[in-house]
Nanobody, 129 residues
Framework: QVQLVESGGGLVRPGGSLRLSCAASGFTFSNYAMSWVRQAPGKGLEWVSVVTSGVGSTSYTDAVNGRFTIFRDNAKNTLYLQMNNLKPEDTAVYYC??????????????????????RGQGTQVTVSS
């Protein structure tokens, strides 16, 4: 069965960095776009970033563009999110999410949660001084 296991969260000061990982199993990882989504306290799910299958096109929400980098290692079935210059407003539980359809191109609205069929259990990121 599909499993997505996030790790790498923690407490970091503003301006600091973290790298999140998502270990995937139970499906052909390289065939699917993968996203990071987050949920801040008292708020709904917010899409953060996506990397497609194949050429690995990427896209980011404006709030993290230029600070976060998404990438994948298909040989290790692992998705990553490098987060630099973290801000208190980045505090949230971060989830990796699997696209429901294989080989989807970048030109879709990745904020639509119905695009995804599986999400991991999440990892907490807290940015505070």
């Amino acid at each position: 069965q599909v499993q997505l296991v996030e790790s790498g969260g923690g407490l970091v000061r503003p301006g600091g960095s973290l790298r999140l990982s998502c270990a995937a199993s139970g499906f052909t990882f390289s065939n699917y776009a993968m996203s990071w989504v987050r949920q801040a306290p008292g708020k709904g799910l917010e899409w953060v970033s996506v990397v497609t299958s194949g050429v690995g096109s990427t896209s980011y929400t404006d709030a993290v563009n230029g600070r976060f980098t998404i990438f994948r290692d298909n040989a290790k079935n692992t998705l990553y999110l490098q987060m630099n210059n973290l801000k208190p407003e980045d505090t949230a539980v971060y989830y990796c999410a699997k696209d429901a359809s294989p080989f989807r191109r970048i030109w879709v609205d990745w904020t639509v949660q119905d695009l995804y069929d599986y999400r991991g259990q999440g990892t907490q990121v807290t940015v505070s001084s």
